[in-house]
């Protein structure tokens, strides 16, 4: 049991990664990860994917003990569910509606081309009336994306 916790904190540490940065990023607390690492509990199975995620591993390498090395570089990243159907956007015409308080005067209501994505943003260009305008937005600040068929 300890062998995945040994992975872990190996992983984090040569990633430069505190407890707390973990923690954070998968949304638990620092004595979570604490336990982890020592081995005195497992992670609960729905976040086995998300620790690889973060550390660039494979569930693999995190549940087995016969893979004993990590090689980040051959490591096949898989992406969530999310950042599949955004990666299926990319190239489309799409319109954006924004959050209430987080609305793009630019954009609104304009068809916008995905032109690719890049952590938590979506980079766009949007074809508005003043000529093409090119923006990195923030997802959490849209509320739904319209993918706008040929000829709309």
Request: hydrophobic letters at 40%; proline letters at 3%; charged letters at 30%.
């Given at each position: 049991?300890?062998?995945?916790?040994?992975?872990?904190?190996?992983?984090?540490?040569?990633?430069?990664?505190?407890?707390?940065?973990?923690?954070?990023?998968l949304a638990v607390?620092?004595?979570?990860?604490?336990?982890?690492?020592?081995?005195?509990?497992?992670?609960?199975?729905?976040?086995?994917?998300?620790?690889?995620?973060?550390?660039?591993?494979?569930?693999?390498?995190?549940?087995?003990?016969?893979?004993?090395?990590?090689?980040?570089?051959?490591?096949?990243?898989?992406?969530?569910?999310?950042?599949?159907?955004?990666?299926?956007?990319?190239?489309?015409?799409?319109?954006?509606?924004?959050?209430?308080?987080e609305v793009d005067?630019?954009?609104?209501?304009?068809?916008?081309?995905?032109?690719?994505?890049?952590?938590?943003?979506?980079?766009?260009?949007?074809?508005?009336?003043?000529?093409?305008?090119?923006?990195?937005?923030?997802?959490?600040?849209?509320?739904?994306?319209?993918?706008?068929?040929?000829?709309?």
């Amino acid at each position: 049991m300890d062998q995945m916790g040994n992975k872990i904190a190996s992983r984090r540490k040569e990633l430069g990664m505190t407890q707390v940065s973990l923690a954070d990023a998968l949304a638990v607390t620092r004595q979570t990860v604490s336990r982890w690492e020592a081995g005195t509990v497992l992670p609960d199975i729905d976040k086995i994917g998300d620790i690889a995620r973060i550390l660039g591993v494979s569930c693999d390498y995190l549940l087995k003990d016969e893979i004993e090395e990590c090689d980040p570089a051959s490591e096949k990243q898989i992406p969530s569910a999310v950042s599949g159907l955004l990666m299926e956007m990319k190239g489309k015409n799409v319109k954006l509606d924004f959050c209430e308080e987080e609305v793009d005067v630019d954009l609104y209501d304009e068809v916008c081309t995905v032109t690719g994505f890049e952590g938590n943003w979506i980079k766009v260009v949007g074809h508005t009336k003043k000529g093409d305008i090119e923006k990195l937005i923030p997802l959490s600040s849209i509320f739904s994306i319209e993918i706008v068929k040929e000829g709309e």
